[in-house]
């Protein structure tokens, strides 16, 4: 039997999160959606469908596993949609065949070989159409998400249930005499090579922490569970309040409350965070705050694909895209989605609840920028800085960002351009 975790039709619904990675990346908790749907089913060989544009990328970082290969179909397949958040399910691999939906979504799906070859796949969006249109419903009540904020609103049970599922507890690291754990010691997980200096508080009172190898906590540093900081991150005098999740190779100093930062990414400096999905290779500058709370206490409405959404929550803060930089002072209002590889100089005032993608957006107004090319240099640069090198697909891929979101980006422009006319 095969694993196969695929990327339905949504995608752009998790935007500017998703313009480069599948939504199966993502992360939620300790890990990404992939992991937790891999986790639950070890064994079984895995293959990914995902967009054509991405699959090269993917492929980098899937080793050998089989990315939007039909060839891999030819077997009993297990259906699994890479937005199910799955931290708990009876659902077993071995069964009769049946599709299982949400909201008339296909959740999963349980696929004899020779149903499959009976189907004989042309593509995969089709052949999952033949599969829920023949096979057997059946209705389910799982986390199906939706939109960014799902990710932020879960990660809590997130990482609680991940710290279950890895099993990791105890002070294995360097953790300085005059720093201490408030609450319960088998909650919290210090990896062998992870450093805790002196001064820290690390509580565990409210749920988990988990903080991997080659992780640096410095002193004035308070971190609260459930909480997971990501290996060879560095947490610089911060106050990292409940459900937090922190990726690889961060920087984050300042006040984060019920966040996520995928990885790579920086926020050194003072400045509150909150309720946020932060992409890669983002610079947060010193100062830069977004609210994520209204002042009459209303649910928070956001703006994707020029559709506005009520959330239906009152806490929702920002959603920034990867290789985005802001300069200091910055400040963004209450569900704000900013794009990717955007230049942001805060000004004096609050900014647009949408900021489009691969521009420079000064005195509150979009500009065309440096173009591409200026970009890509930039972001090389910063990935070296890491030790990471940019590869041809990472430019690809970028590119084809680029390209998509051209439309939103020229109008936003244009606008601007009137705006600066019109005096």
Not at 70 to 89: E, F, H, S
Request: charged letters at 20%.
């Amino acid at each position: 039997m095969k694993l196969v975790i695929f990327e339905d039709s949504t995608f752009a619904n998790f935007y500017p999160l998703s313009l480069i990675r599948p939504v199966f990346e993502l992360r939620c908790g300790a890990t990404s959606l992939a992991e937790k749907l891999r986790r639950r089913f070890p064994g079984l060989p895995t293959a990914y469908f995902t967009r054509d544009d991405l699959a090269a990328s993917v492929r980098s970082r899937a080793g050998n596993e089989s990315i939007n290969d039909l060839a891999a179909l030819d077997d009993d397949l297990l259906l699994l949609n890479g937005r199910w958040l799955c931290l708990d399910t009876p659902l077993q691999a071995q069964g009769p065949e049946e599709v299982g939906l949400e909201g008339g979504h296909v959740v999963y799906g349980r696929v004899q070989k020779a149903t499959v070859r009976r189907l004989a796949p042309a593509d995969f969006s089709s052949f999952l159409r033949q599969v829920s249109e023949t096979l057997p419903r059946r209705a389910v009540e799982v986390t199906l998400l939706s939109y960014p904020w799902n990710l932020v609103h879960h990660n809590p049970e997130a990482i609680r249930a991940d710290f279950k599922a890895l099993g990791k507890a105890g002070l294995h690291g360097k953790v300085h005499p005059l720093s201490c754990v408030y609450g319960e010691e088998s909650m919290v997980y210090v990896a062998s090579s992870a450093v805790v200096h002196p001064m820290v508080v690390l509580d565990s009172t409210g749920g988990p922490i988990l903080i991997e190898e080659g992780v640096k906590v410095f002193p004035h540093t308070r971190i609260e569970g459930p909480a997971f900081i990501g290996r060879d991150t560095q947490i610089v005098g911060g106050k990292i309040r409940e459900g937090c999740s922190i990726g690889p190779v961060c920087r984050v100093g300042g006040e984060v409350e019920e966040s996520i930062i995928h990885g790579y990414s920086n926020k050194y400096h003072d400045g509150f965070l909150g309720h946020a999905y932060v992409g890669e290779w983002v610079n947060l500058g010193a100062l830069t705050t977004n609210s994520d709370l209204k002042n009459d206490y209303s649910t928070v409405e956001v703006k994707l694909n020029g559709q506005s959404i009520d959330t239906g929550g009152t806490k929702v803060g920002s959603f920034i895209g990867d290789h985005t930089k802001t300069s200091i002072g910055t400040l963004f209002n209450t569900g704000t989605v900013v794009g990717m590889m955007t230049n942001i100089l805060g000004g004096s005032g609050i900014l647009p609840k949408v900021i489009p993608s691969f521009c420079l957006f000064a005195n509150n107004r979009a500009l065309k920028g440096f173009g591409l090319r200026s970009l890509l240099q930039t972001a090389e640069t910063a990935m070296g800085r890491r030790k990471v090198r940019m590869t041809e697909d990472d430019r690809a891929v970028l590119a084809h960002a680029y390209e998509i979101t051209r439309p939103e980006r020229d109008e936003a422009i244009r606008k601007s351009r009137r705006e600066i006319l019109q005096g």
